[in-house]
């Protein structure tokens, strides 16, 4: 099933790894739409905002996954040198899945016959995939050298249901697990509480949990805990503990954070790319539920969050106090090290970042937020750390002048026609940018672009949702004329839809289940049709004028035989019944490869398009692809189109023949976002360096950091939106 392609970009880089081992289904579609429908905020921000909350949700409602170790964050995509995936060289003496997981099989009746497939081992700890008839039903993660299991999970959501066993009858089951799975060492763990556990965000389902914590001379191990979650079928659906290295880290963690409760309650913990994904409860006497990431087996925290409910908002102390107090926690937290950052930033939290001999490292930022009582509610920090002696010295760096020249070689125009929501933009403008994919900020917060201080060459990163205009458009931007009819296409009722699936594809849905849906707000109306395969027949169109604002049916087979040239002229040639009246030129914005169909990616030719006035591209507020064509890689024939604009209006756009030279404009630039030399370990694509590499990038003044800042063609002069 696909997605929007915005979503499936966020899913991909969530879950490369195990794309071809997930299935869509069309609940979990509808979910993500509605949850990203819930979050988006009429902002700059907002598809960033959404992509995040894509991505997360991916991770959330995918499930158990064969052999796959997800990333607690699309944003961290590398891993620390400590927990980087490890071949076990000790791998004639370590323990055996078979071993390992006998006496959880002894335990669980629901595990007799099913087959074990080991996935990848992380610092000791190897993940078994749990099969039954070639179908996953849950994950193991165990501790290769002792056998010990980490955790388990059990393929077993209730599929939402609320319905819970008696809190005796679950004590009853747990006891019996944890004497069966664990042996002798059971006798150590009393009984500490049994409660129902709702998980929606996670698992989708309700539990009994029954929680322990060990015993040493009568008297509690601090973060010596484990927990047996029990559904209504009275199946021990999940287990899971925290082990030696992790109780030693909590230790650490409590001497700089005092509130945390020395006897949490482990809700959820599942094995990451990184190293540990935990939701522990009750880890304050508030009796608050944390969301935990670790670096490795107990290395490091790299991620603590307070949940709090999605209406509440953190109450902060004032703003000086605030600053005063995550400096007082930076310095418990990091020691010595602290004196390394300096304070960049007050917002919802308080930022701080690294700086080497005198200049900013870009991606080595640490957030904390506070509440009003000084509690600390969320600390973030990078997933690796980079040795001082890998850092390059800055004297390599190109000469300042040699980088403002790349700038002003490479400044772009663009016009800018129209606001969201399709309110006019002031006028309508013609800009020069640095980058047409991006926002051009005061400081940018993620790598749109940079030179490379030891080249001189600009780098450009994917932009909004997968669009890379500026990677694609090194050169003379080429753009693609044609003449749109003078009307659009319109569909107003079910059966004109189901024509138009027959006139434009040959495909006849007569018998297919069907049904029809209106976007969350209310903008956008489908037509849809599902075969027995569950593959999607559709046309949706703007459910105030009914003009068609997409199309789709499925791919003809799995076979990859046509070009890109033939299938981009097939997408240029649709364009021109299916783009807005009026639109005479369009110009590649993005193209993704063809391949084999997986639950995120259709594996179509994908070209994505903005409009276009004299070779220049026209967006409209956001910098975002105005269409969306796909090519089926075994016919050549159209089988996707999306018209993405806010708006299907145009207006008249000014001249572009008198505008300032390319110099001017880059000297205007210059003068509000100068160029700094830093530190970066990303590159443009967000993938973690092997090393830091020296960059120049714009660096506005404090002042100016979250402003937008356009240069105006005509004038050459810069405009400062806050």
């Not at 190109?398 to 399709?422: I, P, R, T």
Request: charged share 25%; aromatic share 8%; hydrophobic share 40%.
């Amino acid at each position: 099933m696909e997605l929007d392609q915005g979503l499936r970009e966020a899913v991909r880089e969530a879950g490369k790894a195990a794309a071809s081992e997930v299935k869509f289904t069309r609940e979990m579609e509808e979910r993500i739409r509605m949850e990203v429908g819930k979050k988006k905020q009429k902002n700059r921000n907002r598809v960033v905002m959404a992509g995040s909350l894509a991505a997360c949700l991916a991770l959330t409602v995918l499930g158990v996954r064969e052999g796959f170790l997800p990333s607690m964050s699309p944003q961290k995509n590398g891993t620390s040198a400590a927990a980087a995936h490890q071949t076990d060289k000790t791998a004639e003496q370590a323990v055996s899945p078979e071993q390992a997981l006998a006496p959880l099989q002894k335990a669980v009746p629901e595990l007799g016959g099913v087959t074990l497939r080991k996935g990848e081992t992380l610092d000791g700890v190897a993940l078994v995939t749990l099969l039954q008839k070639d179908r996953a039903i849950g994950q193991v993660a165990y501790d290769t050298r002792t056998g010990r299991i980490e955790s388990y999970l059990l393929d077993a959501s209730n599929d939402g249901e609320k319905t819970t066993i008696a809190p005796a009858q679950a004590e009853k089951v747990a006891q019996a697990f944890l004497q069966t799975a664990l042996g002798e060492e059971a006798k150590a763990y009393a009984h500490q509480a049994t409660e129902v556990y709702a998980d929606e965000d996670w698992r989708n389902g309700t539990w009994m949990n029954v929680s322990y914590q060990r015993l040493e001379n009568g008297k509690p191990v601090p973060y010596d805990v484990l927990t047996v979650q029990v559904d209504k079928k009275e199946r021990v659906a999940f287990f899971g503990r925290l082990n030696e290295q992790e109780q030693k880290l909590f230790a650490k963690f409590a001497a700089s954070v005092p509130e945390l409760n020395p006897s949490p309650v482990v809700y959820n913990k599942q094995l990451t790319r990184d190293g540990w994904a935990l939701v522990l409860g009750k880890v304050n006497d508030e009796g608050q539920t944390a969301m935990v990431s670790e670096i490795g087996n107990g290395q490091d925290i790299d991620l603590y969050r307070i949940q709090r409910d999605r209406n509440e908002v953190a109450q902060k102390p004032n703003e000086a106090e605030a600053l005063k107090q995550a400096k007082q926690l930076l310095g418990r937290l990091l020691g010595a090290d602290s004196a390394n950052y300096r304070h960049v930033e007050s917002n919802s939290a308080e930022k701080f970042m690294r700086y080497h001999n005198g200049l900013p490292v870009m991606e080595d930022v640490l957030d904390i937020e506070l509440g009003s009582s000084g509690r600390l509610l969320m600390f973030s920090k990078p997933t690796r750390a980079y040795s001082p002696s890998s850092f390059p010295d800055a004297a390599e760096a190109v000469a300042k002048s040699a980088a403002e020249n790349e700038l002003a070689a490479n400044m772009k125009l663009v016009y800018v026609q129209h606001m969201s929501e399709g309110k006019a933009l002031k006028q309508p403008t013609l800009e020069y940018r640095a980058a047409v994919s991006f926002f051009q900020q005061g400081r940018p917060v993620f790598l749109d672009w940079y030179i490379d201080a030891h080249s001189g060459k600009i780098n450009y990163g994917t932009g909004n949702n997968g669009f890379a205009y500026d990677q694609l458009q090194r050169e003379q931007p080429q753009a693609d004329a044609f003449e749109t009819h003078e009307q659009p296409v319109i569909v107003r009722t079910k059966e004109e839809a189901k024509a138009l699936l027959q006139t434009e594809f040959g495909v006849n849905v007569e018998g297919m289940s069907y049904r029809e849906s209106v976007d969350d707000h209310q903008k956008n109306k489908s037509f849809n049709w599902a075969d027995s395969k569950d593959r999607w027949h559709e046309v949706t169109i703007d459910a105030k004028t009914s003009q068609v604002v997409g199309l789709r049916v499925p791919r003809t087979n799995t076979q990859v035989t046509v070009k890109r040239e033939q299938a981009e002229q097939a997408a240029v040639f649709f364009l021109a019944k299916y783009a807005d009246p009026g639109v005479k030129e369009v110009q590649l914005a993005q193209v993704m490869e063809p391949g084999a169909a997986n639950p995120v990616s259709s594996g179509n030719w994908v070209f994505r398009y903005v409009m276009s006035k004299d070779g220049i591209p026209v967006l409209d507020k956001g910098p975002d692809a105005a269409y969306e064509v796909s090519v089926d890689p075994s016919t050549g024939k159209v089988n996707s189109f999306r018209n993405w604009r806010e708006t299907h209006k145009l207006i008249e756009l000014p001249s572009s023949a008198e505008v300032v030279s390319k110099q001017k404009a880059a000297e205007s630039f210059l003068r509000v976002m100068p160029l700094r030399l830093v530190y970066l370990l990303k590159d443009q694509e967000n993938d973690w360096l092997d090393r830091p590499r020296l960059a120049y990038i714009p660096w506005s003044e404090e002042e100016l950091a979250s402003s937008f800042i356009t240069i105006d063609a005509k004038s050459g002069e810069a405009v400062i939106e806050p």
